[in-house]
């Protein structure tokens, strides 16, 4: 069963200029025990479909569609039963610490409030909870740590302390944009295991936004790729690698380092990701994709089941093209 359901999410800040679609029609659904990764390059939507979520957007936007978590519609929710859900039921990673971190107030007294907002705990075994999740997440002498403020850590440091923020209450959904951005190989694997742990132990369901198709491959069950606010390809973790079947995914993929002879140069996708304040009327990757069509310009492909599973790809390619061209990608990238 779905703890999460997206459908039809379209989310639209108001700008002096006009109003910017960051999130067009996406639906999505993540099962309790599942992970599922969003990718896709800086602005395409992936952290404004994230805070939408949340319910977390500034008054500057508005939110249409349904988001559900288990049978609750969130879309309307008065802010007071938002917040009441947020840290208890869900909860999300920011990509930047000091966005959730208090800088005036010690870590101590944020992850203590953290626990005591949502669990009927003394403030002794609130801070007994808090100094474990900071070791959890590997903070050498976490109990001194409690006294520190955000100010006087490193980057790294904060985002730790705010992984374990996020976790204290072991939520049914977390939604992690970057978890591992600024951190050392070694912490970033103690990370991705805390979340395999989450996701053992209440079942929970892990939305991962990342650049980082390794840490897709080594975490989660499907990808959905989101290309200018909508998503543009969703499969299982195994049949994108496989066999991925959108020329957006095709040049994400292309551009992995270390696939490439060193005398190579990395592949990059020309051009850049259109305007969401006046975006083409077509497929939006239709001025960089080398498989343009004149249909591609005019009308926008729906996503379409392939046939295979839950996989779904808004492309107007025919099938055997893209199976071609997909096959031929995997077939380097194993080279």
């Not at 949340?54 to 508005?62: I, Q, T």
Request: glycine share 8%.
């Amino acid at each position: 069963m779905a703890l999460l359901t997206v459908e039809n999410l379209r989310t639209t800040f108001r700008t002096d200029d006009g109003p910017v679609g960051a999130v067009d029609g996406v639906s999505l659904s993540v099962d309790a025990g599942q992970v599922l990764g969003i990718v896709g390059e800086s602005g395409c939507g992936k952290s404004a479909m994230s805070l939408s979520i949340m319910g977390l957007l500034p008054k500057s936007a508005m939110v249409e569609g349904s988001i559900r978590l288990g049978d609750r519609e969130l879309v309307g929710l008065p802010g007071g039963e938002l917040r009441r859900l947020r840290g208890a039921e869900m909860a999300m990673i920011f990509q930047d610490p000091m966005t959730s971190l208090n800088p005036v107030m010690t870590i101590g007294w944020q992850l203590v409030e953290a626990v005591r907002l949502h669990q009927k705990v003394s403030k002794a075994e609130a801070r007994r909870l808090a100094i474990e999740g900071l070791a959890a997440v590997g903070i050498p002498s976490p109990e001194d740590r409690l006294r520190s403020y955000p100010l006087e850590l490193s980057g790294g440091m904060r985002q730790r302390v705010m992984i374990a923020m996020a976790l204290l209450n072991r939520p049914r959904l977390l939604i992690a944009d970057e978890p591992t951005t600024a951190l050392d190989v070694t912490t970033q694997a103690q990370i991705l295991e805390l979340m395999r742990e989450l996701r053992r132990e209440v079942d929970a369901a892990i939305v991962l936004i990342t650049h980082d198709l390794g840490v897709v491959a080594e975490l989660c069950d499907e990808v959905a790729v989101m290309y200018a606010g909508r998503v543009v390809e969703r499969a299982t973790v195994d049949e994108l690698f496989a066999r991925p079947q959108h020329p957006y995914t095709w040049g994400l993929l292309a551009s992995l380092p270390g696939r490439n002879l060193a005398s190579e140069r990395l592949h990059q996708i020309p051009g850049s990701p259109p305007s969401l304040l006046r975006p083409p009327a077509g497929c939006r990757f239709a001025a960089r994709c080398p498989f343009v069509m004149d249909v591609c310009r005019d009308d926008p492909p729906p996503l379409t089941p392939t046939g295979r599973g839950t996989a779904a790809v808004a492309c107007h390619l025919a099938q055997d093209v893209r199976d071609r061209e997909g096959a031929r990608l995997s077939g380097e990238e194993r080279a």
